[in-house]
C-alpha cells in the first residue's frame, strides 16, 4: 500500500470504520512506515484531546422552559421563522441594492444637469453688449484707438 | 449515542394526544443537543436558544416522523440544521461572546481532581481545541462533532447530515487535519 493511499485510510482506521481487510493492510504499512506512524500517532493524540472537552449539560428547568415554550405558541402557527427571516433578509438587500441604483442615477442626472448649467454660465452669448458711455464702453474706444495707429 | 428510552412507544402515547410523552423525550436528549449546540456555535447562550428552537421544530414535527428512523438522529439533524441558521444569522454577535465562553469552559473540568500541573494541560488543550473547533468550516465541524462528542458512527452521521458515507470519511478526514494545523499554528 502506498502512503498516499494509507494516509486517507489513517482517520477511518482509528474510527473503527475499516473493513478487515483494509485494517489489515493499514496496520502492516504503518509497522514498516515512520511518517504514517507519526500520522497515525498525532491522529490519536488528537482523537484523545476531545476527552479535555468540557461536556456542556443542559441549563436546570431546560425541559419545563421547552415545554412552556410549547404551550404558549398558538396552536397552528408553524415555526417557519428562519424561513421568514430569510425572506426579510433577501428584501433589505433587494431593497438596499434598488435604493442605491436609484440614487445613483438621481445623482447622475443631477451632475449632467449642473454641467451644462456651468458650460453655459461660460458662453459669449450670456455676455451684454457694452454702453458706449460706460468705464467698458471707453476702455474699449481706447484700445480700438491704439489698435488702429 | 442510544439513549435508554422506549422511544416508539413514546411516540404513539404523543400521536394519541399524551403532551407529557414529548416531554419524556426533552428529558432523555437534552443534553445530548445542547452539548451538540454549544460545540456547534460556541457559545452557552445560542446553544440555549438553538437547542430550545430544536425540540420546538421537533415537536411540531413529530407527527410526521417515521418510526423505522431513528429519533436521536431525526433530532441531530433539526439541531445541526438549527446551529447552521444561528450560525449564519448570529456570526458577528458570537464574536463578542466567545472569550467570556472560553474562560467558562476552562473552569468546566471534570471534577477527578487531577493534579494542578495536569489541570492546567488538559485546561489548555481545551482552550486550543476549542479555539481551533471554532474556527473550522461549519460542514467540517457538525462532522467531527457527531464522530468525536456525539460518538455517532459514519452510517449514522450520513444519516444525521443527508450525505453519503464517502462524503463523511472525507469530511471527518479533512475535519482532523485542519483541527491539527489551526492547534499548531494558532495564529494562522
Request: proline share 4%; hydrophobic share 40%.
Amino acid at each position: 500500500m502506498r502512503c498516499s493511499k494509507a494516509k486517507k485510510l489513517l482517520s477511518p482506521y482509528i474510527d473503527n470504520e475499516l473493513s478487515a481487510g483494509q485494517k489489515h493492510l493499514i496496520e502492516s504499512h504503518v509497522k514498516g512506515c515512520a511518517a504514517c506512524s507519526t500520522k497515525l500517532e498525532v491522529l490519536r493524540g488528537l482523537q484523545s484531546s476531545f476527552a479535555h472537552l468540557a461536556m456542556p449539560q443542559a441549563p436546570y428547568g431546560f425541559a419545563t422552559r421547552v415545554m412552556s415554550g410549547i404551550a404558549e405558541r398558538p396552536k397552528g402557527v408553524p415555526l417557519l421563522l428562519p424561513v421568514f427571516t430569510r425572506l426579510v433578509e433577501a428584501a433589505a438587500i433587494a431593497a438596499i441594492i434598488l435604493i442605491g441604483t436609484k440614487a445613483g442615477v438621481l445623482l447622475g442626472s443631477a451632475f449632467v444637469q449642473q454641467r451644462s448649467t456651468m458650460v453655459s454660465s461660460l458662453s459669449l452669448d450670456s455676455f451684454e453688449s457694452v454702453q458706449p458711455n460706460s468705464i467698458g464702453g471707453a476702455y474699449i474706444a481706447m484700445m480700438e484707438g491704439t489698435h488702429e495707429k | 449515542m442510544t439513549k435508554n428510552i422506549n422511544a416508539p412507544a413514546l411516540l404513539e402515547r404523543f400521536k394519541k394526544g399524551d403532551a407529557s410523552a414529548f416531554q419524556e423525550i426533552v428529558v432523555a436528549y437534552q443534553d445530548s443537543i445542547y452539548g451538540l449546540c454549544f460545540h456547534m456555535l460556541g457559545d452557552y447562550h445560542s446553544a440555549q436558544d438553538a437547542a430550545q428552537d430544536t425540540f420546538l421544530k421537533a415537536y411540531q414535527g413529530l407527527k410526521a416522523f417515521r418510526p423505522e428512523a431513528s429519533v436521536y438522529t431525526w433530532l441531530y439533524r433539526i439541531a445541526v440544521n438549527t446551529c447552521i441558521d444561528y450560525k449564519r444569522k448570529s456570526s458577528l454577535e458570537s464574536l463578542f461572546r466567545h472569550r467570556f465562553d472560553d474562560e467558562r469552559l476552562i473552569e468546566q473540568e471534570p471534577s477527578d481532581e487531577p493534579s494542578p500541573e495536569r489541570a492546567s494541560e488538559s485546561g489548555q488543550l481545551a482552550f486550543n481545541l476549542k479555539k481551533a473547533l471554532d474556527r473550522l468550516p461549519r460542514k467540517l465541524r457538525a462532522a467531527i462533532v457527531l464522530k468525536e462528542i456525539e460518538g455517532l458512527s459514519y452510517g449514522e452521521i450520513a444519516d444525521t447530515l443527508g450525505i453519503s458515507l464517502g462524503t463523511v470519511k472525507s469530511r471527518i478526514s479533512r475535519a482532523r487535519d485542519e483541527l491539527k494545523e489551526l492547534m499548531q499554528n494558532p495564529q494562522k
